[in-house]
C-alpha cells in the first residue's frame, strides 16, 4: 500500500512535543503487519521536511520498524504541483490541514482514485461534504472521517450501555469540553480564525451522540463568547454554547447540550477536559475522560493526568515499545479497511454503513453547518438540514 498523508502538523508528527504525532506513529505501528511499501508525507513549507525527518526516526528508534517515508514540499501550487502521474500511484491518501481546505484536498484525492481519510471534520458545510459523498461513490471509493472517540472503550461501552437499554429512554446529554490555550494560540494561530472550537474540536461530541443514538438533529442554538482570544489578535470564539434538538424515532425530543472552549489554562494537567453525561429514564451514565485514574507529579512538569489510552508508546508481550491506543485504533482500521476492500474482503456498503465514513459523517457536518449559522445571526434557532445523497 501506498500512503499519502497530506499535513505535517502537530498530528502528524508530534511537532511542538505536545503528544505523540498519531498519523506517522500509526501508520509505522500498523506497517508491522499490513504491507505499507511508501509514505509520502506533502506539505506547503519546506522547512517541514525537517520536523518530517526527525520524526521518522524518532519513530524508528522506538518501534523498531522500517517504513519508506519521503517528504513533499508542495509550495503556492498546492496539490497541483505533485501532478496527476505521481498522485495517481498512491492507494490511499491522509488528509491532516486546517479545517476549511479539507473540501478542496479532498476533492483532489479523490480524483486521483483514492481512499481517503479526513480528520474531523469532514467539511465545515453540508452542501462540501454531500459533494464529497457523491465523489467518492461516483469514484467506487472508500471515504471516512477520523472520528477516533468511536473507538474509545469508555463511548463503546456508552454503546453497549444504551443498546442494552440500561438508562432506559433517552432523554438528553451534556457535554463539556475544552482544551488548553496553547492551542489557538500557539499551535493553529494561522488559522485560528477559520474555524471555531465547535467546528474544530466539540464535532467529536456532535458525531459521538449521533453515533450512539441515531436520532435525527432537527435545529440548533448557539452562543458565544469573545475576549480573550480576540485580544491575543486573533478573532475567534474563547467558547461555544449549543443546544441541539435531535428527533427520535417515535418523534419525541432528545437535547444535547454543549459547553466548549479553548482557553483553559496552559497549567492544566490535561491538555482536554472531556465530561459526557447522558441522562435516561430509567439511569444516567457519567463519563469523565480525563480523570482516567493515571496521575504523573514530577519536579519539573507539576501534576499531569494522563490518557494512555488515547495514543501512546507502551511496552508489548516482547518488552519492545509499540505504538497503542484508540487514536491508532482508527487509523488501522481505516488502512485494513483499504486493504480488505482491494481484494474483496469487505464492500464499500459495508464500510459505509459501519464505519466513520463519509456518508455517516453527514449528520455532525450538518449540525455543524447549522451552528455557524447560529453563532452569526446572535443566537438564533436554526433549522438543520439534511444532504440529499
Known amino acids: 500500500m501506498r500512503i499519502l498523508v497530506v499535513g505535517a502538523g502537530m498530528y502528524v508528527t508530534g511537532r511542538g512535543g505536545h503528544g505523540p504525532g498519531v498519523l506517522l506513529a500509526a501508520i509505522f505501528e500498523a506497517a508491522r503487519d499490513m504491507e505499507i511499501s511508501q509514505v509520502t508525507v506533502a506539505a506547503i513549507r519546506e522547512d517541514n521536511e525537517g520536523t518530517v525527518i526527525e520524526a ?18 508542495l509550495g503556492d501550487k498546492g496539490m497541483t504541483g505533485m501532478g496527476a502521474g505521481v498522485l495517481a500511484s498512491f492507494d490511499a491518501g491522509i488528509v491532516c490541514v486546517p479545517d476549511h481546505l479539507h473540501f478542496e484536498i479532498s476533492k483532489q484525492l479523490l480524483a486521483a482514485h483514492m481512499h481517503v481519510l479526513v480528520v474531523k471534520p469532514l467539511t465545515p458545510t453540508l452542501d462540501e461534504a454531500g459533494e464529497l459523498v457523491q465523489l467518492a461513490a461516483a469514484g467506487n471509493l472508500y471515504g471516512a472521517v477520523e472520528f477516533h472517540k468511536r473507538y474509545d472503550q469508555s463511548n463503546q461501552y456508552a454503546q453497549k450501555a444504551l443498546a442494552e437499554n440500561m438508562i432506559g429512554d433517552p432523554l438528553y446529554a451534556v457535554v463539556h469540553y475544552s482544551q488548553k490555550k496553547l492551542i489557538p494560540i500557539d499551535m493553529f494561530r494561522s488559522w485560528a480564525t477559520r474555524t471555531n472550537i465547535a467546528q474544530y474540536l466539540g464535532v467529536h461530541y456532535i458525531d459521538l451522540i449521533w453515533h450512539l443514538t441515531h436520532f435525527r438533529p432537527q435545529r440548533v442554538v448557539a452562543v458565544g463568547v469573545k ?59 457519567d463519563l469523565d475522560q480525563r480523570n482516567r485514574g493515571v496521575t504523573l507529579t514530577t519536579e519539573q512538569n507539576g501534576v499531569s493526568d494522563v490518557n494512555p489510552y488515547f495514543a501512546e508508546f507502551l511496552p508489548g508481550a516482547d518488552g519492545e515499545q509499540r505504538f497503542t ?35 455517516d459523517a453527514l449528520p455532525s457536518c450538518a449540525v455543524i453547518d447549522a451552528l455557524n449559522r447560529s453563532l452569526l445571526s446572535s443566537g438564533e434557532w436554526q433549522e438543520i438540514k439534511h444532504a440529499h445523497v
Request: hydrophobic content about 40%.
Open 325 to 359: 491506543g484508540y487514536g491508532f485504533e482508527s487509523v488501522r482500521q481505516f488502512l485494513q479497511d483499504v486493504a480488505d476492500l482491494e481484494v474483496g474482503r469487505v464492500t464499500l456498503d459495508h464500510l459505509n454503513g459501519h464505519r466513520p465514513s463519509f456518508q
Open 56 to 73: 521518522v526516526s524518532r519513530l524508528r528508534e522506538q518501534l523498531k520498524t522500517g517504513v519508506n517515508v519521503d517528504y513533499i514540499a
Open 227 to 285: 475576549s480573550f482570544l480576540t485580544k491575543e489578535g486573533i478573532d475567534t470564539w474563547d467558547s461555544v454554547h449549543a443546544t441541539v434538538e435531535w428527533e427520535k424515532p417515535h418523534g419525541d425530543t432528545f437535547v444535547s447540550q454543549f459547553n466548549l472552549n479553548w482557553i483553559e489554562a496552559n497549567k492544566s494537567s490535561a491538555m482536554s477536559d472531556q465530561l459526557l453525561l447522558i441522562v435516561g429514564s430509567e439511569g444516567r451514565l
